[in-house]
């Protein structure tokens, strides 16, 4: 797909088409126009606002970033011990159903551990 910006005439400047909207963004020429599409649309609110905010001087970007960057860990952090947290659940469900003396292929189709993880935990009920 193409987007060419300068075939974007005056008929398009009131329409509720989102796609018109972000592209009368990209090519806003004034202050005013890119608060009126800020106005309409929450989505390029939020453009516009971070788009302020990197305009500012560099300490303020290189908070920005940061902050930026202590959230993303913060959230791969949360998933990381989410995700342990279902691979434990997995071995508790895995050990009960050994002591139902379900087979090993079985227990690792319930499950989705791989057999050798369902065999170390089967050799340590034993």
Same mark, same amino acid.
């Given at each position: 797909?193409? +987007?060419?910006?300068?075939?974007?005439?005056?008929?398009?400047?009131?329409?509720?088409?989102?796609?018109?909207?972000?592209?009368?963004?990209?090519?806003?020429?004034?202050?005013?126009? +890119?608060? #009126?599409?800020?106005?309409?649309?929450?989505?390029?609110?939020?453009?516009?606002?971070?788009?302020?905010?990197?305009?500012?001087?560099? #300490?303020?970007?290189?908070?920005?970033?940061?902050?930026?960057?202590?959230?993303?860990?913060?959230?791969?952090?949360?998933?990381?011990?989410?995700?342990?947290?279902?691979?434990?659940?997995?071995? #508790?469900?895995?050990?009960?159903?050994?002591?139902?003396?379900?087979?090993?292929?079985?227990?690792?189709?319930?499950?989705?551990?791989?057999?050798?993880?369902?065999?170390?935990?089967?050799?340590?009920?034993?």
């Amino acid at each position: 797909h193409f +987007l060419e910006l300068p075939k974007l005439g005056a008929e398009h400047q009131e329409t509720s088409d989102l796609l018109v909207k972000w592209l009368l963004f990209l090519k806003a020429e004034s202050e005013t126009k +890119l608060e #009126e599409l800020a106005m309409s649309e929450p989505t390029i609110r939020k453009a516009v606002n971070v788009l302020e905010f990197l305009n500012q001087d560099k #300490e303020a970007r290189k908070l920005y970033e940061m902050r930026e960057m202590a959230l993303k860990d913060e959230l791969n952090m949360i998933e990381g011990a989410k995700a342990e947290g279902e691979r434990q659940k997995a071995k #508790e469900v895995a050990k009960n159903l050994l002591a139902m003396d379900m087979t090993v292929e079985m227990v690792a189709k319930a499950t989705g551990l791989p057999t050798e993880e369902i065999e170390k935990l089967k050799q340590q009920l034993h």
